[in-house]
């Protein structure tokens, strides 16, 4: 450790905590990434790998959406690094007619906004999706070219390019404590070591509000304990990265079991199943016994084919989601030195969006104003505080 | 479909089998799943009828299959156990422990059992051990062979190469010569065991074992095939299957090339603790086999109340161990579901699996997994045959920064296929440790998750649909 510490302290090796070290080094920044476990072995690397668009809320995150969607084209140049993004194109399934007009206003609205999407009947869904059950969806909302990517090389690409840059990384370190005197940060402990730092970065997901907790704030955080599974390599069965319009329908936090419906085949053939997910308190990697049953329902009924394929493995993770669909990004205002950037609803899709921003918010750049709306301080309806 | 009971024994083998023929005996209702469709396991595998039938493995196993296949054990064949979870909200009160046994079997089998005790017995697995040209057709493992020559009476090659450690190799030699095989050498990793003398004791009594090393000592020396003592096979080669074996000695001092259509690799063999390790038991790693292992109390149980291991799975110690390991795990549990046990079967139990345990700790220590193993790995050898990963990969992943066999695995995907790192975990974690300096308990395991066994996709599901 230098002797005047690090300017930044990035907390957490995921997506984001990644990014945000590689353009803070990448911009002089003496800064050190800390992660308790391995890079990626949290939310970031138990996803489907989805560069998402045509699911963002309206207003800033959309509009911030297609910005960090368009950096995706020369991203893999930028990094000199194959993350195996590819542009496959996406479908939500339509189950009803009331999912029918939510997605025929959202199509319309995000049309106008300059998104590339569509509607398409139950006919049009099978003739681009032949082995999706006739029965399963009634239309889609559709997008050409929304892409996927590993996330893992993401991550990897991050670290490598940040290292270049003189970016430490410390894994199996866990932070038990953020430093706070006076109103401003000054590092953070770990079991081993007080750590300097004049900025530190929370993007460690859903760990992050128990670390914004030994600063003294409370982060709107609630997280979901999301479960899927993946098969085999099989030959081609989808195409397209496939979810379920069920999600614009607002439902009750709940600690039930919900079941939603996503399914990706990666290039290699296998294909991944999801989510089983309920809401919870309890930050556990554990597969629950009723998960899987769940899921295999689901996708037999979507894709019959699948009734005989070999299920490899499942797995499960905590994911951070903040009540009102928006994400935590911005310096803590009672904390001076504290930066929050996690609770993402789509988080590779702004990613590297994301990274960049958070380097112009430590090196006190000028940033877009109505960032505010993202302070990770805000009133956040449906938020229960900790006791 | 699912079923309450009082004790789930998983794995048929001479553990599985003991244990569900001591509960019968007790009277308790016990189910016993196995993924082959007769009981036996490894060591008392059986012969289908119409191959010819199985010769009595030894004077124990006849009882254990007829109690087994009788009336008092709820026997359930062709099943694989792919998910054991604790019933939830009991982590930390159970007194009795329960458990949700997930199971794919035959159309009626359960899928759910729902067992107050849950005795494991899954033995182990041979351990792969890579080189350059493993992969390459006519390569296999002594079990692999073993059960070729001695079960489905088909010689796996002609021209046959043994390379190994420990007596299976002569064992495998035996079969192998009479059932007219020639063998091109029989390599052992390790050095001629000359300090076996110093456990003497240990061998003392165990005739049946040095009766079976004298008859394959015996068919050995009218075959004229030595033992080469500290030698290994360096490199298999071949167009599209192996006609080559390159040999020397483990110093790796000379090579020579010897014509062979068949490989058969003997290293030992590895605990499969999946299930336990999935069931959030406690393990440690052990030094001398070099796995890990679960940590068991004096009546077999687990860090999980009601929940034991026995037999191989729990460290190899063969089928005498795991038989009376068996026994020993059904008293417990018997114990632990409140039935009275007598204290003289008890101690009659620990005696004789003092006197077994002594024995298979001779032979651990006698051959031990070579250290040179790790000198025949090249940058193409492959490490990973489900996603086709190379040393070379995984060496890569270790220089960007990868320090434990998750994050190898994250980034090169080493361990992510159907084996779910059965194959490559051990080998990744050993050339970790090797590349790093560190001992291999600090580079991590790969960690089971459920279905830990490919299932089909409608055999997750809970009640059987259609059909």
């Known amino acids: 450790m230098p002797d005047r510490g690090y300017d930044a302290v990035v907390v957490g090796g995921g997506l984001i905590g990644s990014a945000a070290a590689y353009h803070l080094a990448l911009s002089g920044v003496r800064t050190l990434l800390l992660e308790n476990g391995d890079l990626a072995s949290g939310a970031s690397g138990a996803n489907f790998g989805l560069v998402q668009v045509q699911d963002a809320e309206f207003g800033l995150s959309l509009e911030l959406t297609l910005k960090g969607y368009q950096a995706f084209s020369s991203l893999q140049a930028e990094l000199d690094y194959d993350v195996g993004y590819r542009r496959a194109g996406s479908l939500l399934l339509i189950d009803n007619d009331q999912q029918w007009s939510t997605v025929e206003e959202r199509v319309r609205r995000l049309r106008s906004a300059g998104v590339d999407t569509q509607l398409l009947d139950g006919e049009e869904v099978c003739r681009l999706e032949p082995s999706l059950s006739p029965e399963s969806a009634i239309g889609a909302q559709y997008h050409p070219d929304e892409g996927e990517l590993n996330p893992f090389k993401l991550i990897q690409a991050y670290a490598l390019r940040g290292r270049q840059h003189g970016l430490e990384i410390r894994t199996h370190t866990e932070v038990t404590q953020v430093r706070v005197r006076a109103g401003r940060v000054t590092g953070v402990d770990t079991p081993a070591e007080h750590i300097l730092a004049g900025w530190v970065v929370l993007a460690a997901g859903a760990w992050a509000r128990y670390l914004g907790r030994t600063a003294g704030v409370d982060l709107p955080l609630h997280w979901v304990h999301g479960e899927a599974l993946i098969t085999e390599p099989l030959g081609p069965l989808a195409r397209h990265s496939i979810g379920s319009a069920a999600f614009y329908e607002a439902t009750e936090e709940s600690d039930q079991q919900e079941v939603g419906f996503c399914l990706r085949q990666r290039p290699e053939g296998n294909v991944m199943v999801g989510e089983a997910a309920f809401v919870t308190d309890a930050l556990g990697r554990g597969v629950t016994a009723n998960a899987l049953p769940a899921i295999a329902r689901q996708a037999q009924r979507r894709f019959p084919a699948l009734r005989q394929a070999a299920v490899i493995r499942g797995w499960a993770i905590p994911v951070a989601f903040v009540p009102d669909n928006r994400p935590l990004l911005g310096p803590v205002p009672e904390v001076e030195g504290l930066l929050v950037a996690t609770g993402l609803k789509s988080t590779i899709v702004l990613t590297p969006l994301f990274g960049a921003l958070i380097a112009d918010m430590v090196l006190g750049r000028e940033v877009d104003p109505r960032l505010a709306e993202f302070s990770p301080t805000r009133a956040v309806a449906g938020f229960a505080p900790l006791a | ?467």
Request: aromatic share 6%; glycine share 12%; proline share 7%.
């Open chain 2, 1 to 467: 479909m699912s079923e309450s009971i009082e004790l789930a024994v998983v794995g048929a083998g001479p553990a599985g089998m003991a244990a569900a023929a001591q509960a019968a005996e007790l009277g308790l209702p016990v189910a016993l799943a196995d993924a082959f469709s007769l009981p036996g396991g490894q060591y008392y595998k059986q012969t289908p009828p119409a191959l010819g039938g199985t010769p009595t493995p030894d004077e124990y196993a006849p009882a254990l299959l007829a109690a087994v296949q009788g009336g008092g054990v709820r026997w359930l064949p062709g099943t694989s156990a792919w998910g054991l979870f604790p019933e939830s909200g009991s982590q930390q009160d159970q007194a009795d422990g329960s458990y949700l046994l997930c199971l794919y079997g035959p159309p009626g089998t359960p899928r759910r059992i729902k067992a107050r005790t849950v005795i494991l017995a899954p033995g182990a697995y041979d351990r792969p051990v890579p080189f350059p040209g493993w992969t390459l057709p006519g390569v296999m493992t002594a079990g692999a062979a073993l059960t070729m020559v001695k079960h489905q009476h088909v010689l796996p090659g002609q021209r046959i190469l043994l390379s190994g450690t420990g007596p299976l190799q002569l064992v495998l030699a035996r079969h192998l010569l009479e059932a007219g095989a020639e063998l091109a050498a029989i390599l052992d990793a390790n050095p001629f065991p000359w300090r076996g003398w110093r456990d003497a004791t240990a061998v003392w009594g165990q005739w049946a074992r040095l009766r079976e090393g004298w008859d394959s000592l015996r068919a050995m020396a009218q075959a004229r095939a030595g033992i080469r003592w500290s030698h290994l096979v360096w490199r298999a080669e071949g167009d599209g299957r192996v006609e080559r074996a390159v040999v020397g000695p483990s110093d790796g001092s000379s090579h020579e090339a010897l014509a062979v259509d068949t490989i058969c690799l003997g290293h030992g063999f590895t605990p499969a603790v999946q299930l336990s390790r999935l069931a959030g038991c406690e393990h440690r790693y052990d030094t001398d086999q070099r796995a890990y292992i679960p940590v068991r109390d004096q009546w077999l149980q687990t860090t999980r109340p009601g929940l034991f291991v026995a037999g191989d799975g729990a460290g190899i110690g063969g089928k005498d161990v795991a038989r009376l390991e068996g026994a020993l795990a059904a008293l417990g549990a018997a114990r632990t579901l409140g039935r009275a046990v007598a204290p003289e079967r008890v101690a009659s139990l620990q005696q004789a699996l003092d006197r077994q345990r002594r024995f298979a700790g001779v032979l651990t220590d006698l051959f031990p997994l070579s250290a040179h193993l790790a000198d025949l790995l090249t940058d193409d050898t492959l490490l990973c045959r489900c996603e086709e990963i190379t040393v070379g990969q995984v060496r890569q992943a270790i220089a960007d920064g990868a320090t434990t066999v998750s994050a190898v695995r994250m980034v090169t995907r080493a361990g992510m296929g159907r084996c779910q790192g059965r194959m490559c975990a051990s080998s990744v974690a050993e050339l970790l440790a090797r590349e790093l300096g560190q001992p291999v308990e600090a580079v991590g395991q790969a960690t089971p998750r459920p279905p830990i066994v490919p299932v089909p996709l409608e055999g997750l599901i809970d009640e059987e649909e259609g059909a």
